[in-house]
Structure formats: structure tokens, C-alpha cells
């Protein structure tokens, strides 16, 4: 009998990833991505152990991961010309492993993707680029897709991964407004500026209405973002024209402390993107179609928290289908609600619960008034970090 074929729309980080667990469980996903290739969108991605405890499951993936691990998380302010150093503490990778098991890694996102891509594609998983899905149909044991080129296909179940600006998602619940959250970000990736030779930190900057995270995506690179209060900008991930990354290098970035003015003047690739809230949903799933990741729970990046989530929800999906189905048969629309149901259940309420605390981080970072700023970052500062601030 052949194996039960699902299609996975979307080939980010999410679906390379839920493609080789479902072929490791006897599985035929096949990926749908609606660009004509790998992007070279977005800056990079800081791996977290919950995230890294889901992709050690695929084995020798984490020892193939281009990135770095930092050693040390600094939190320091840049206020009215004085600059403070808040937070020095161990975040090394021995001290991560003895505390959560696993380091974080951070990872340029384009050299992840592909990684990923190139792992899937490995297990045997057939990757369509330029596939953009447009429209579902439904009956008792399949899901027919069609595409805007005119394809058709045809699988057991549809699980949507394309993420934030998901067709999967409107194509079930319709076409939500995404709320403009009155914040911009800026960044890049750049040589390790001096202050920083010699050690690798994740960095968080303060200043009066901006906040700056860095980290090491190599031996001698870090990728940073600044998120501020702005005018309303497109949602996208586009590298800036030539013009337009001079200005942000030469702008007024470029004085701050800590090194951060450092990684502005000599930025490369530099994205700026406006940050959106969407409505949360109260369920990921319609009949035999399924959300995960972004596509189900967007959310802002002031966690780093999106890809780590997508593979909690990859891990517990998977657990649950095994748990249903453990001898990877044909499903039924019934079999199916359970599976869908469970893991709903299961992920709706922790994921819920982190898009708000994203969110709230966000207000808290970047406000504008040094008393102001001095009071968010002593609130940032108040108590233990969480494991997922970790």
C-alpha cells in the first residue's frame, strides 16, 4: 500500500521541518512554496533549547547548523550619555546544556533555511517552488489544492506552514486586518565590533525609544535589530536599496554605545519592517486542513520565540498523530478531528499566552524619555527571566 500522502504548504522553517518527521514516520509529504526559491529574506534566528531539543530528534542535523552560541547575555542601557552595564550573566553553552539540556545557537535565517531544505530534500522530501496555493476543496478522505499556475493536487490531509502572511489561514477563516503595533525594525548582520572581540554575548541595548538585540551568528559576525516607534512600514523583510542602508548607517544609530553604533556603521543587508498584531484565532483547523507555526500563532519577535514555537507545535502534532495512528494508515475525517483537536488543545492557550507576553515586551522596551526608559529597563529586570526569554 503506499504510503499517505500530505501536502505541506510552505517551505520557511516550519515545513522542511514537519516534512522529515513525517517521512521518518512512514509518511509522503511533499512541500508547496509559493516563491520561485529559497529567500534571502528576514536577518537570523536565535535557537532556543526548546527549539533545539525538537530538531535533535532529526539525527545529525544540530551539528550541520551554521551558527554560534553565545556566552554571555548583557543587558545594558544608553541613557541621556550614560552608558550602564544592568546584567552580566552565564548563558554559555555548558551552562545552557546543564540547566535546559541543550545551547542556544544563533543562525543567519537564509543558511538555516537552506540547511533545512537540504536535510529535507535528504530524507527524499519533493520541494515545489512557485506554487502558490489558492484554493482548497474538501470531501470525506482528501484535500484537492489548486494553485495560481493551474497545478492540482491531491493528499490525505494539508498542513498550511506559510507563516505569517499564510493563504492556507485566509483560505479557512478568511482575510484578516493585521493592526499596525506602531513599531519598526531595523537590522542586519556585521562584523564583531570591537567592544565585543573576544567574547560572544546576546546583547540587549536600551536607549530612549530603541532597543537593540545582538548576537553571534558566527565566529566573527553578529546579527542585530533595532525595533523603535515610526511611522507605519511595509511588513516585509526586502533588503533596503543602497541609498537607504547608507542612511540607516550613517543615521543617529550610528553613536550608540555598547558597540551598537559599531554594527549599524558597518551593517550589511540591512531589512527595515513594520511589526503587526493579527486577531488570535480560536481554531487552527477546518475538517482536514491544519495550521502550524506562524500560519496558526504570528506573532512579534520580541520573545525570538516564532521558529521555537513552530517546533513545539511540529513535535506535539507528530507525538499526537503517532499516538492516533501509529501505523501511519489512511485517516479518517474522524481520526483526523481527534488528532487536530488534541493538539489544538494542547498548543492553543501556551501559544496564545506567549504573542501576548511578546507583545507586552515590545511596549516595555521601547518607550520614549529617559525616566521612562530607566523605569521599562528596571521592569525588564525585575525577576528571573523565564526558560523562553532564555
Known amino acids: 500500500m503506499a504510503n499517505i500522502r500530505v501536502i505541506i504548504v510552505g517551505a520557511g522553517i516550519a ?23 529559497p529567500g534571502e529574506g528576514g536577518i537570523a534566528i536565535m535557537l532556543q533549547p526548546n527549539g533545539m531539543r525538537v530538531l535533535s530528534l532529526i539525527p545529525e542535523l544540530l551539528r550541520h547548523i551554521p551558527g554560534h552560541s553565545p556566552d554571555r547575555m548583557i543587558h545594558c542601557s544608553c541613557l541621556d550619555e550614560v ?16 540547566r535546559y539540556g541543550f545551547p ?51 493528499a490525505s490531509f494539508v498542513v498550511g506552514c506559510d507563516g505569517l502572511h499564510s493563504n492556507t489561514r485566509i483560505a479557512l477563516f478568511g482575510k484578516e486586518k493585521a493592526r499596525f503595533t506602531g513599531m519598526v525594525r531595523v537590522g542586519g548582520v556585521s562584523p564583531t565590533p570591537p567592544v565585543l572581540q573576544g567574547s560572544f554575548a546576546r546583547v540587549d541595548n536600551y536607549g530612549d525609544g530603541r532597543h537593540m538585540i545582538a548576537y553571534p551568528v558566527a565566529e566573527d559576525e553578529y546579527a542585530w535589530s533595532i525595533t523603535t516607534r515610526g511611522a507605519e512600514a511595509k511588513e516585509n523583510w526586502r533588503m533596503q536599496n543602497a541609498e537607504q542602508q547608507n542612511e540607516i548607517r550613517q543615521g543617529p544609530f550610528s553613536a550608540w554605545g555598547f558597540g551598537a ?32 507555526g506562524d500560519a496558526a500563532h504570528p506573532t512579534t519577535p520580541h520573545l525570538g520565540q516564532g521558529a521555537n514555537q513552530a517546533f513545539e507545535d511540529i513535535y506535539h502534532f507528530m507525538r499526537l498523530l503517532g499516538k492516533h495512528n501509529p501505523s501511519a494508515d489512511q485517516l479518517s475525517t474522524e481520526l483526523l478531528l481527534r488528532v487536530f483537536t488534541d493538539y489544538q488543545d494542547l498548543r492553543l492557550l501556551r501559544t496564545s499566552e506567549l504573542v501576548r507576553e511578546a507583545r507586552r515586551q515590545g511596549e516595555i522596551r521601547v518607550v520614549e524619555g529617559v525616566d521612562a526608559s530607566r523605569r521599562a529597563s528596571d521592569e525588564m529586570l525585575s525577576g528571573p527571566f523565564t526558560e523562553s526569554e532564555m
Open 15 to 37: 515545513g522542511p521541518v514537519l516534512a522529515v518527521f513525517l517521512k521518518m514516520k512512514g509518511y509522503d509529504p511533499i512541500i508547496y512554496e509559493r516563491l520561485p526559491g
Open 83 to 98: 552608558e550602564d552595564i544592568l546584567v552580566d550573566s552565564d548563558i554559555s553553552p555548558a551552562t545552557m546544556r546543564e
Open 261 to 292: 553604533g559599531d554594527l549599524v556603521k558597518t551593517g550589511q543587508k540591512i531589512v527595515r519592517y513594520g511589526l503587526y498584531d493579527r486577531p488570535e484565532l480560536e481554531s487552527w483547523f477546518k475538517e482536514r486542513i491544519v495550521l502550524l
Open 104 to 154: 542556544n545557537i544563533g543562525v543567519r535565517r537564509p543558511e538555516f533555511q537552506q540547511l533545512l531544505i537540504d536535510t529535507a530534500q535528504k530524507y527524499g522530501v519533493e520541494i515545489k517552488w512557485g506554487h502558490q496555493a489558492i484554493e482548497f476543496e474538501q470531501s470525506e478522505d482528501a484535500v484537492e489544492v489548486t494553485f495560481a499556475n493551474g497545478t492540482k493536487d491531491t
